[in-house]
């Protein structure tokens, strides 16, 4: 049987400065290598999903367990020993803007973990390889292509040995090859165990066969609807 990742126990989400109304009765269970798909509105972007998967925000009813475990009853220290395997791309890419990119990408590894650091970097590298890149960018983040941070956001998130990936919107502003190439990436995680929820208003994912997500879900406005 596999291990249980990401529970979401009949869940109100709250309403943010970004998404204004609370979604409700969200409910489902991830277990290792499964896939969650949710389409959300393009106009609207991302309801706070990821931040309450992720213990960040406290959902307004239910209950969302980490690994069996209730993320309210986790400790400070304990959330971020969880959070260090947590992979993730955001909306709305957070960077530290006095670090460059590079340092950006390997900076959760390198304070979370007792890698060496040289490792990190050399698993920075070899993915930023997939994606097409001989050096991830040396630059800050405001001076660098909006591209370039998005698959920086792709090489961070897939650092490590992720038990999940939180994927908001993540093929935005790329092409159909780099897509397929997040795509591959993403089912090798998932093929070591690591669970998945990827949302999306990008068609190019929606028609996607070898994505092959256990769960598809969407979300309208403050409806929550399990697709299939």
Not at 133 to 147: G, K, M, Q
Not at 199 to 206: A, I, K, N, V
Request: aromatic letters at 6%; hydrophobic letters at 40%; charged letters at 30%.
């Amino acid at each position: 049987m596999a291990e249980e990742r990401i529970q979401f126990e009949t869940v109100t989400l709250p309403a943010t400065d970004r998404y204004d109304q609370e979604v409700a009765d969200i409910h489902f269970v991830l277990s290792a290598g499964e896939c969650l798909l949710v389409n959300v509105e393009d106009e609207r972007g991302c309801p706070p999903l990821a931040d309450t998967a992720e213990g960040l925000l406290t959902p307004v009813a239910g209950r969302v367990r980490m690994d069996g475990r209730d993320w309210s009853s986790i400790s400070a220290d304990e959330s971020a020993a969880y959070r260090s395997v947590i992979g993730r791309v955001f909306e709305e890419q957070a960077w530290v803007s006095n670090l460059d990119v590079d340092e950006n990408v390997t900076l959760a590894q390198r304070h979370h973990t007792r890698r060496p650091e040289q490792e990190i970097r050399d698993e920075a590298l070899q993915w930023a390889g997939r994606f097409g890149w001989d050096s991830l960018p040396a630059i800050r983040p405001a001076w660098a292509p909006r591209h370039e941070l998005v698959i920086a956001q792709w090489v961070r998130a897939l650092l490590g040995t992720p038990r999940l990936m939180i994927l908001e919107r993540p093929t935005r502003d790329v092409g159909d090859e780099e897509c397929g190439q997040l795509v591959e990436a993403v089912l090798e995680r998932r093929a070591e165990g690591a669970a998945v929820i990827w949302l999306t208003s990008d068609e190019r994912l929606s028609n996607n066969q070898s994505l092959n997500p256990t769960i598809r879900a969407k979300v309208l406005g403050d409806r929550w609807e399990i697709s299939e």
